[in-house]
């Protein structure tokens, strides 16, 4: 089953619904950067997060999440675009940690809770957008709310959730993201509130084989939602060979001679997806001889 994001609205279109099956995006980055249970829920989460961020921009934009905060993992990095696509990048994947107190994987333990969310959106204007807001909670649910609501003035609701099976693989891995239109009764934010309160976590209930279009039934249960755009979403990273030859060039000369000279190679591996990409001797001569024509 491929992953797959709806966009709704609800509620006499008072609301605006997001809801994602994210299970083979996680499950490709946990298999991509080898991470470990609590690790794997952060940059699940984050990802999931991104993700439906993105999804709210059109076209060609895309955007970048960094989560900085003071845990174990170090930083995470996603960049998600418009059409689906999101990397991700976490700093010590390696991090495995006691379930908290709710039997839950704690990730505000391996987030931390000091630091901040920092989205840079690059939506075709000349200077790119960039929000940042202290980290609130170190779950990254409540964090991506707070940041909709104080950086994009959106009073909103996000809900992240992975379940990581025992021998570290993902089990399911989705979210939504709720939006309050202006306008909405206040009826519909108690109602509204009710049911985001009384809702498990979208994790397990995919795990209970509840689909997205399940999901959307139970956010706006009395609402008669009404699906209006529904996407693939997937793990998908745009490095290539050709862009690590580009920053070699920017290196120069003197480090493109010592790597001809001492090593008789180089390699260099993308940080989002641990492609590894070789560069022969011979490429590396190339390489020099293209800057020094450009120096000349
Ligand atoms: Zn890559």
């Keep these: 089953m491929s992953d797959k994001l709806i966009k709704a609205l609800a509620y006499n279109d008072e609301i605006r619904v997001y809801v994602v099956d994210a299970t083979e995006m996680v499950k490709e980055a946990q298999r991509r950067h080898d991470s470990w249970n609590t690790a794997t829920a952060a940059l699940g989460r984050a990802m999931i997060g991104s993700t439906l961020l993105a999804s709210g921009e059109k076209g060609d934009s895309k955007l970048t999440v960094r989560i900085d905060g003071n845990g174990p993992i170090g ?19 390696q991090v495995s940690l006691e379930l908290n107190e709710n ?11 000091e630091g901040n969310l920092i989205v840079t959106k690059d939506i075709g204007m000349k200077e ?46 989705g979210g939504f993201m709720i939006q309050v239109l202006p306008g909405a009764s206040e009826k519909t934010l108690v109602s509204l509130e009710k049911t985001i309160a009384n809702l498990p976590l979208v994790s397990d209930l995919m795990d209970s084989g509840k689909t997205p279009e399940d999901l959307l039934e139970m956010l706006a249960d009395e609402g008669n939602p009404r699906i209006i755009d529904e996407q693939p979403v997937q793990f998908k990273c745009d490095c290539s060979k050709e862009r690590f030859a580009n920053s070699l060039v920017s290196l120069g000369e003197d480090d493109l001679k010592e790597m001809i000279e001492q090593d008789h190679g180089a390699e260099a591996v ?20 293209e800057i020094q024509e450009l120096n000349k």
């Design 128 to 173: 790119p957008f960039v929000g940042q807001v202290p980290l609130i909670s170190g779950e990254l649910g409540e964090d991506f709310t707070y940041y909709l609501a104080n950086s994009e003035q959106i009073p909103s609701a996000v809900g992240l959730s992975v379940l990581v099976n025992p021998d570290e693989t993902v089990r399911t891995a």
């Design 270 to 289: 993308c940080h989002f997806c641990r492609t590894k990409y070789t560069f022969t001797e011979d490429e590396l001569k190339e390489i020099l001889s």
């Design 103 to 113: 039997g839950k994987l704690d990730v505000r333990g391996a987030v931390g809770t």
């Design 75 to 93: 930083y995470i990095v996603v960049d998600s675009n418009a059409k689906g696509d999101t990397k991700g990048y976490i700093h010590n994947p």
